[in-house]
């Protein structure tokens, strides 16, 4: 329990943005833009090597042309030890948390790893978790026919892709953003974030791992 006169303002110090310009229009005068408030997405890879781990055992256990999900064992996830899922994962979320409120967690406690394994037609709807810290990473994608690329959002883009959302249509404020999945590419984000994953048209198969962590021990740095 933090003590002292200057206490509040430690504990409050996390959740003041940096005056850090994301953008500049050129123009006379020049226009500084920030983006100061609501939620960070975290976007990395992982080796190679680890994706290729997963996916041996994955391949195992899916049933092509099934949607599914099914849990990740703990022998996988602790294999390997410093190279490990856990071990990556927890020095990602570590250094997200570091960058977001300048803390140091103690301990990342991971409560699941999950694999989703998606064909075309099959829609990953809206949803949050209860997690601190959730993340996604893409493990095979499939082939999506090219007109479904052009479709916008609003029309009904049916393409795969990886939606993040906040709030309903606010003026001079952005709603959502997505990500076309590409093998390798990990996200993290706070668990509280509204995602979803569009249906694809296409052949092959969406195969993302997904994972909960609770953080403890997080204090300001």
Not at 69 to 76: A, G, M, N, T, V
Not at 100 to 124: H, K, L
Request: with cysteine; net charge neutral; aromatic share 12%.
């Amino acid at each position: 329990m933090a003590e002292g006169p200057y206490a509040k303002e430690r504990l409050l110090k996390k959740y003041e943005a940096e005056a850090r310009v994301c953008a500049s229009a050129q123009g006379d005068p020049a226009l500084d833009f920030y983006s100061p408030f609501g939620p960070m997405i975290a976007k990395t890879r992982l080796p190679e090597a680890l994706i290729r781990r997963i996916n041996a055992y994955a391949d195992g256990v899916v049933c092509a042309g099934k949607a599914m999900e099914f849990l990740l064992p703990d022998s996988l996830i602790a294999q390997g030890g410093e190279d490990s899922l856990t071990q990556h994962t927890a020095r990602l979320v570590r250094r997200y948390v570091a960058g977001m409120e300048g803390s140091q967690v103690e301990r990342v406690e991971f409560e699941v790893f999950w694999i989703v394994s998606q064909y075309a037609g099959t829609p990953s709807p809206v949803h949050f978790h209860s997690a601190d810290i959730s993340g996604v990473l893409y493990l095979k994608v499939p082939q999506i026919e090219a007109q479904e690329e052009a479709k916008s959002y609003i029309s009904g883009r049916q393409a795969g892709y990886i939606n993040f959302l906040i709030g309903g249509k606010q003026r001079f404020s952005k709603s959502l953003i997505s990500f076309k999945p590409q093998v390798g590419d990990f996200y993290l984000f706070p668990g509280w974030l509204l995602h979803g994953a569009e249906p694809f048209r296409g052949s092959g198969e969406r195969r993302s791992m997904a994972f909960n962590a609770s953080l403890a021990g997080a204090a300001p740095g």
